[in-house]
């Protein structure tokens, strides 16, 4: 497809439960972000990719959020023993190779509920 | 760490009216900035960036804004808004390369016919 995609764009599950949300970025980019967006606030940087590796996870909120890129496209969010709190909307978002002054391109996002 | 601030949460404006939706960042190096939107249901797009050269830059749908390092400010302007205008505006930062953005709050613009 020529934007980025993440499935599924709606997602309600039980407080415990484990999810995973996927997202396809734009074909040939090597850069992939993923963003947590809470009702009334700016999107907030959760982990960055480059290729198949995290560069940089320092917004990874606790150790039950884990994020993967296997083989440098698709990647996954993984969330384990989910809590009412990440309730939000998850963001993706890719960008062309590494360089200065990148434009990253974003998702319609997959909104998490959790009961 | 860098944060970003927008000053107005709400705005509601009526169609022909000027708008200027302010912004400040907090990282004293260089940076790049951004102005997103957000239309009703629909996903994140790129209105403007300003990377380096000319403050004063010029972006989509007759948007613009200018950097003024001195201020550390990005603000937004349209001299006429449109009814279709209505959307979350986001302003926001990286520090170049490939980084995370850091957004600000948002603005919810509300344009009346």
């Known amino acids: 497809g020529a934007g980025v995609s993440q499935t599924p764009s709606n997602k309600v599950t039980e407080k415990g439960k484990y999810v995973e949300l996927r997202c396809d970025p734009i074909?040939?980019?090597?850069?992939l972000y993923w963003y947590r967006q809470s009702l009334g606030q700016g999107p907030e940087f959760l982990i960055y990719?480059?290729?198949?590796?995290?560069?940089?996870d320092s917004g990874l909120p606790n150790d039950r959020f884990f994020a993967v890129r296997p083989e440098g496209s698709v990647s996954t969010l993984k969330i384990q023993r989910t809590e009412r709190g990440d309730s939000a909307v998850y963001l993706c978002?890719?960008?062309?190779?590494?360089?200065?002054?990148?434009?990253?391109?974003f998702g319609q996002g997959t909104r998490l509920t959790v009961v | 760490a860098q944060s970003v601030s927008q000053h107005n949460h709400h705005v509601i404006l009526s169609e022909a009216a000027s708008l200027e939706l302010g912004c400040n960042y907090s990282?004293?190096?260089?940076?790049?900035l951004f102005w997103y939107v957000q239309y009703p249901g629909q996903h994140l797009q790129l209105l403007l960036k300003?990377?380096?050269?000319?403050?004063l830059v010029k972006g989509i749908k007759g948007f613009e804004a200018e950097f003024i390092k001195s201020k550390f400010s990005f603000n937004l302007r349209k001299p006429s808004v449109q009814w279709s205008d209505t959307a979350e505006y986001f302003c926001?930062?990286?520090?170049?390369?490939?980084?995370?953005?850091?957004f600000g709050k948002g603005t919810h613009l509300i344009i009346q016919p």
């Open positions: 300003y990377f380096s050269g000319d403050p």
């Open positions: 990282y004293g190096g260089t940076v790049n």
């Open positions: 074909s040939g980019h090597t850069a």
């Open positions: 990719f480059q290729g198949t590796g995290a560069a940089d």
């Open positions: 978002a890719s960008s062309p190779s590494i360089g200065k002054d990148t434009e990253a391109f």
């Open positions: 926001a930062t990286s520090r170049g390369g490939a980084d995370g953005l850091t």
